[in-house]
């Protein structure tokens, strides 16, 4: 079973950029499609951001689209997302996500298959 810690949470300025990691233990970690989701206060969990196995193919919800960017690195089993020109909407818990059940790319990258999940990294966006 896989571990997730995330990591790189904070208070950034509108306008600003933040980077995020997930390091994930106890698994062949390049087996997994991993995801990033985000849940704001009072509000329903988002999905941010997905990325396939090898990391050759990706997809992300319509409100990060162009702003933000997901990754992995599988000799180091991480997944980061660079968030750039950040919005105080932006402002959630974010959590890493993976999937060993996915073969097929766009069901991979789709988010909806995620069964392990991390505790999560605060962000949040204010001046």
């Known amino acids: 079973q896989v571990q997730l810690v995330e990591s790189g949470g904070g208070l950034v300025q509108p306008g600003g950029s933040l980077r995020l990691s997930c390091e994930a233990s106890g698994v062949i970690f390049s087996n997994y499609c991993m995801g990033w989701f985000r849940q704001a206060p009072g509000a329903e969990r988002e999905f941010v951001a997905g990325?396939?196995?090898?990391?050759?193919?990706?997809r992300y919800g319509a409100s990060v689209m162009g702003r933000f960017t997901i990754s992995r690195d599988n000799a180091k089993n991480t997944v980061s997302l660079q968030m750039n020109n950040m919005k105080p909407e932006d402002t959630a818990v974010y959590y890493c996500?993976?999937?060993?059940?996915?073969?097929?790319?766009?069901?991979?990258?789709?988010?909806?298959?995620?069964?392990?999940w991390g505790k999560g990294t605060l962000v949040t966006v204010s001046s």
């Open positions: 990325i396939t196995w090898s990391g050759g193919g990706s």
């Open positions: 996500a993976a999937d060993s059940t996915s073969r097929e790319q766009n069901r991979c990258v789709s988010g909806e298959h995620m069964h392990q």
